[in-house]
């Protein structure tokens, strides 16, 4: 019998931060859609759709079951040997993606910030802290991405203005001088890195104190990332025109543009701090649906105890992944979104189709009954 804790409860609203924030991580840092040139901008709107299509898919199968998890919803649909499985790859999916997460963040603050400083370092302050977060709750962390949203929304905007002198519209044309092969690549890599990344909320919308509304918060909150990704490309490409593409960190060269007079200029380490916490919000938030994830798979009561063991497993694998920053870019551009659609696509598609098979004359006692599971209080 599942009983929720006192900081076990969120609000759609802070559902609705907690995934913007979580997209928001990869802005700063992985050049995601860029493969199309300065037609990144149509790879944005068609990733944003199929983006849409992905998280449609695994909210409805929440829907079809209020209450439980993507691997609880495996258990009851496929037995408890295949769930089992299906909770492991969920488990690993989430694990692999914060070790990128955190591995993102100690690359490119030591090459910005603090160069001197040693990277494990820097891994073992973040992985502290967001174990130490995790272990506080969800509504913990949620709480903290809606003062994040806030200071997200007024860098934009501020970054965005202030850069407008810079800007050169004649950087967009030609339109689709590369063909469609390559826009068509780009939307891939939007569909699956920042915005199918969402998946690892499967785990936590049960958590949700009105599951009811659900469907609608995640569609308003990718919606509301795909827009933010579409200003983003446009401030890129207007400010750096071909050479966004070639850049690391195209969005924080972007801002190293600014320059207002001869006194207001460098405002990059403001937006590098309010990337820090992005990236401290997508960490908690991988962290946690592992642990929740592999908690449900082993039948634990409490997922809590899982969180040191694999925040230091993280921060271990994360020091082994790539030799370089550039290697991890190039591979999250061109393995990561293949690598990603069995956990996307397929297993959840298969789950539908089982659901849709299997009927719905389940899901009124499944509405009716108290959900069970891990011990989260």
């Known amino acids: 019998m599942k009983s929720y804790g006192y900081n076990d409860r969120i609000s759609n609203m802070e559902l609705f931060a907690l995934m913007f924030v979580f997209v928001v991580g990869s802005l700063l840092t992985i050049p995601v859609g860029f493969a199309a040139g300065h037609d990144a901008w149509i790879s944005v709107l068609i990733g944003t759709l199929v983006g849409l299509a ?9 829907h079809r079951y209020p209450h439980k998890s993507l691997v609880e919803i495996a258990h009851i649909l496929l037995g408890s040997w295949i769930g089992k499985l299906v909770g492991l790859l969920y488990a690993w999916y989430g694990f692999y993606l914060g070790c990128y997460v955190l591995r993102s963040f100690t690359d490119m603050t030591a090459a910005v910030l603090l160069p001197r400083t040693p990277t494990v370092v820097l891994g073992t302050v973040m992985i502290t802290l967001t174990v130490w977060t995790a272990t506080k709750g969800i509504e913990v962390v949620s709480r903290c991405s809606l003062m994040i949203l806030v200071l997200i929304f007024v860098s934009t905007f501020i970054g965005s203005v202030l850069l407008i002198p810079d ?32 998946i690892v909320f499967a785990m936590l919308i049960p958590y949700v104190n009105r599951t009811s509304t659900v469907r ?20 890129n490409i207007f400010v750096l025109g071909e050479i966004a593409s070639a850049q690391l960190f195209p969005s924080y060269t972007s801002f190293m543009y600014i320059a207002v007079g001869d006194f207001f200029e460098r405002i990059e380490p403001l937006v590098f701090t309010v990337w820090i916490f992005n990236e401290f919000t997508k960490l908690s938030v991988c962290l946690l649906s592992t642990s929740i994830a592999f908690a449900q798979t082993m039948r634990s009561r409490d997922y809590r105890i899982y969180l040191l063991p694999l925040g230091l497993m993280i921060l271990l694998l994360s020091t082994f992944l790539h030799p370089n920053q550039l290697d991890l870019v190039e591979y999250v551009k061109k393995i990561w979104p293949l690598y990603s659609i069995p956990f996307l696509i397929v297993v959840p598609l298969l789950l539908l189709v089982v659901s849709l098979f299997r009927g719905r004359g389940s899901r009124a006692r499944l509405t009716e009954a108290e959900p069970d599971g891990i011990e989260t209080s």
């Open 167 to 198: 800007m050169e519209p004649a950087n967009m044309l030609p339109i689709l001088d590369n063909g469609w092969p390559s826009v068509l690549w780009g939307a891939g890599q939007i569909a699956t890195v920042p915005l199918g990344e969402t």
């Open 216 to 235: 609608r918060t995640v569609i308003c909150a990718i919606g509301a990332c795909g827009i933010l990704l579409f200003i983003t490309c446009f401030v």
């Open 54 to 62: 992905i998280n449609g898919l695994y909210v409805y199968l929440c």
